[in-house]
């Protein structure tokens, strides 16, 4: 039963265009989202966060949006970059579950920025 | 300025076999995480500690222990290895669980038991 869905394993587009990543949650109490971006043979580095409150949140070249009603977010980069080639993963808590909140992880998807 | 520091970076286990993955932070954070990451997997919480002497289990803790003595150290011991345990095991920590403080993670040991 995966609660966080990355649909797409890959994606591949050309240096300097736009970049969308997908995302879907199933439990409705999360309320808390995180992107991770991991490169080969390293631990994952935080990159963006949202919380429900908001509907966007905006870090340099990297947007995430999220959709309530959908159970959905997204994440732009742009414009891509060579070096943001990775795996990108998203995770999802509930804040309500206090100290004892655990990120729950999607399976990733992995970017390729072509120059 | 380390982070988290995980040793070692690759192992080969015999099935049967016992051995420590050791963790350590030098960020002073209170909350410690191990999650493993199977092939084509997102990661999965083994085992967390929210401040020295406090450990819980995650989501997959069958095969391991861990321990939480010091705020910087927090070992994962495997008491007797198994083909299933073949993975990479991230360790990772955060000062707490705010919204503004994301869990950094160290680069993963990739163990396989053979």
């Known amino acids: 039963d995966q609660q966080v869905k990355q649909n797409s394993p890959s994606l591949s587009v050309q240096e300097g265009r736009i970049s969308i990543l997908n995302c879907d949650y199933t439990n409705s109490m999360f309320d808390y989202f995180l992107w991770y971006k991991k490169y080969p043979a390293e631990g994952p580095t935080f990159l963006i966060s949202i919380s429900s409150i908001k509907d966007k949140n905006e870090d340099g070249r990297f947007t995430v949006f999220l959709n309530k009603s959908a159970k959905h977010l997204s994440l732009h980069i742009v414009p891509s970059q060579p070096g943001d080639s990775a795996v990108y993963f998203c995770a999802a808590t509930s804040t309500n579950a206090g100290n004892n909140r655990k990120l729950i992880w999607g399976l990733g998807t992995s970017l390729a920025v072509n120059p | 300025n380390a982070g988290v520091t995980q040793t070692p970076k690759f192992r080969i286990l015999k099935i049967g076999q016992s051995m420590t993955l050791q963790c350590t932070q030098d960020?002073?954070?209170?909350?410690m995480y191990w999650y493993r990451q199977d092939p084509g997997m997102g990661l999965k919480l083994i085992y967390y500690?929210?401040?020295?002497?406090?450990?819980d289990k995650g989501e997959v803790p069958n095969g391991y222990n861990v321990s939480r003595s010091t705020t910087e150290d927090f070992p994962l011991r495997l008491e007797l290895a198994a083909p299933s345990q073949t993975s990479v095991y991230f360790c990772a920590s955060s000062y707490g669980q705010g919204l503004n403080q994301p869990q950094h993670f160290g680069d993963g040991t990739r163990l396989s038991i053979l």
């Open positions: 500690s929210v401040g020295a002497g406090i450990t």
């Open positions: 960020m002073n954070h209170n909350y």
